[in-house]
T-cell receptor, first 114, second 113 residues
Framework: EAQVTQNPRYLITVTGKKLTVTCSQN?????MSWYRQDPGLGLRQIYY???????DKGDVPEGYKVSRKEKRNFPLILESPSPNQTSLYFC?????????????FGPGTRLTVL | AQSVTQLGSHVSVSEGALVLLRCNYS??????LFWYVQYPNQGLQLLLK??????LVKGINGFEAEFKKSETSFHLTKPSAHMSDAAEYFC???????????FGQGTRLTINP
């Protein structure tokens, strides 16, 4: 089954404790992206990657890091989480470089930073 | 810069009634427009999209949307609401050469029996 998976689905942590949210897709997509969803703000892009070893900032990259060492994986790293990073996070992927292709979304990771 | 405005954060309709979710966009070039749906505790899935060509676009589950360039709108409609349509709906815009989707704030649709 074609899908985007994220782990963990739920995470409660404390300020300053480094964490990684994993994202993996099995569709051989070149493009992957991370979004955060906050009430009243919709989804905002954090980082995206056009292919292996190619990443770029989205609209809200502060406090986040990413890497793309393999085509299928695109982990999101919070090196020193803060309470304002409490949010619902989505990973997405799509084929090719064309922005009109459908993006496929993972099920989401709900993060709480105390 | 691209932007999207969805009018109404909450819309409530009766089962069998018309569904109309409003979306207006801003784009400096011809846009690509999307509607995504998010069911409770799930990720987003594509309902329909407009790229070029016919301005009336049909999607899954009986939804359709019409691209109106003069009004910079891409409203989502469904003639007869079903209980299973209860979800949050997001309008999004992208542009040729851009590598991101810009989402609206979302509209939560409630269906009353």
């Amino acid at each position: 089954e074609a899908q985007v998976t994220q782990n963990p689905r739920y995470l409660i942590t404390v300020t300053g404790k480094k964490l990684t949210v994993t994202c993996s897709q099995n569709m051989n997509h070149e493009y992957m992206s991370w979004y955060r969803q906050d009430p009243g703000l919709g989804l905002r892009q954090i980082y995206y990657s056009m292919n292996v070893e190619v990443t770029d900032k989205g609209d809200v990259p502060e406090g986040y890091k990413v890497s793309r060492k393999e085509k299928r994986n695109f982990p999101l790293i919070l090196e020193s989480p803060s309470p304002n990073q409490t949010s619902l996070y989505f990973c997405a992927s799509r084929s090719g470089g064309t922005p009109y292709n459908e993006q496929f979304f993972g099920p989401g990771t709900r993060l709480t930073v105390l | 810069a691209q932007s999207v405005t969805q009018l109404g954060s909450h819309v409530s309709v009766s089962e069998g009634a018309l569904v109309l979710l409003r979306c207006n966009y801003s784009s400096s070039v011809p846009p690509y427009l999307f509607w995504y749906v998010q069911y409770p505790n799930q990720g987003l899935q594509l309902l329909l999209k407009y790229t070029t060509g016919a301005t009336l676009v049909k999607g899954i589950n009986g939804f359709e949307a019409e691209f109106k360039k003069s009004e910079t709108s891409f409203h989502l409609t469904k003639p007869s609401a079903h209980m299973s349509d209860a979800a949050e709906y997001f309008c999004a815009v992208s542009e040729q050469g851009a590598q991101k989707l810009v989402f609206g704030q979302g509209t939560r649709l409630t269906i009353n029996p």
